[in-house]
Nanobody
Framework: QVQLVESGGGLVQAGDSLTLSCTAS????????MGWFRQAPGKEREFVAA????????YYTDSVKGRFTISRDNAKNTGYLQMNSLQPEDTAVYYC????????????????????WGQGTQVTVSS
C-alpha cells in the first residue's frame, strides 16, 4: 500500500506560480508511475499531468502544456507539479495518484489506471 500526501496549495493571483508536492510512504516510490489530477466545483476530476516511474516520460493535458511541469525525486519519495502563469480556470482541488507498473516508461492518463490517491490540496487563483 502507498500513502500519498499533497501539499503546497494556496490562494494566488493570476500570473503567479505554485509548486505542489506529493510525498509517498509505504512502498517503493520508484515502482509507481505518478499523475496529477484536478477537480473544480461541479466538474469531473480531470487529468493534468503524468510521469513515468523513473521520470523519463511525461505527458500533459493541452490546457497546461508550457505552463506546468511534472517531476519527481525518487530518492525523496516525492513528486512535484510546478505551475506557472496560473489562471482562474486552474482553480481546483489537485490530487496526486500512483499507479504500480513494471514498465519504466509508461505514463497513464485515466483515473482508472491509478491505484492510490492523495487527499487533495486546494489551489485558488484570483483574477
Amino acid at each position: 500500500q502507498v500513502q500519498l500526501v499533497e501539499s503546497g496549495g494556496g490562494l494566488v493571483q493570476a500570473g503567479d506560480s505554485l509548486t505542489l508536492s506529493c510525498t509517498a510512504s509505504g512502498r517503493t516510490f520508484s515502482s509507481y508511475a505518478m499523475g496529477w489530477f484536478r477537480q473544480a466545483p461541479g466538474k469531473e476530476r480531470e487529468f493534468v499531468a503524468a510521469i513515468s516511474r523513473i521520470g523519463g516520460s511525461t505527458y500533459y493535458t493541452d490546457s497546461v502544456k508550457g505552463r506546468f511541469t511534472i517531476s519527481r525525486d525518487n530518492a525523496k519519495n516525492t513528486g512535484y507539479l510546478q505551475m506557472n502563469s496560473l489562471q482562474p480556470e486552474d482553480t481546483a482541488v489537485y490530487y496526486c495518484a500512483a499507479a504500480w507498473t513494471s514498465n519504466r516508461v509508461s505514463v497513464y492518463r485515466s483515473r482508472s489506471q491509478y491505484d492510490y490517491w492523495g487527499q487533495g490540496t486546494q489551489v485558488t487563483v484570483s483574477s
